[in-house]
């Protein structure tokens, strides 16, 4: 099974909706998440937009909120809504693509197509930031993550994932 593959399901598990905007930096994990066809996808025109859309579905039902974003300005879009969940304590599931691994934190300003240091850049307004590095990583962030998410005073987290990490066999000891 593929990292995106892997997401799909752990998603189905716990929300029937995700928001978000497909684009080359999370593409691989909206096509695991449209073939599984349990989860659906609720296609904003902004992230922004996807991030708040997640805090209301919370703000509705107490159910859990996940926002799906690109790299590059789609994960510069993001922040706002971000930012609006950690003033407002609401348990958001932010996973935004990246670019490939061999790209990521070398330092540079950008890199790759659009690629930029977004864990960095919520690190204030989330409360648990990380870039997946390997697949072996995914079900303990994922899982991690969303007891973060919830625990004590409520508020976002994002994982971030190169792209390369979504087509990646998750290890069969993970």
Known sequence: MIVA??????????TPYAFGIIGAGNASL???????????????HHEQAAVMAAG????????????????GGGSANAITGVVSAWMDSIPILVISG?????????????????GIPSVEMVQKVTKMSVR???????????????????????????????RDIQSQNVPNDT
């Not at 593959?5 to 716990?14: G, K, P, S, T, V």
């Not at 670019?99 to 659009?114: A, N, S």
């Open 5 to 14: 593959d892997y997401i799909a399901q752990w998603l189905f598990e716990r």
């Open 30 to 44: 909206f096509d695991s998440i449209a073939r599984l066809a349990k989860t659906e996808i609720v296609c904003c």
């Open 56 to 71: 209301a579905y919370w703000r509705t039902g107490g159910h859990a909120a996940v926002a799906l974003v690109t790299t």
């Open 98 to 114: 990246n670019e490939e691994v061999k790209y990521c934190d070398k330092g540079w300003r950008g890199w790759g197509v659009q």
């Open 132 to 162: 997946i590095w390997s697949p072996r990583q995914v079900a303990r962030y994922l899982d991690e993550a969303y007891k973060v998410a919830f625990a004590d005073r409520p508020g976002p987290v994002w994982l971030d994932l190169p």
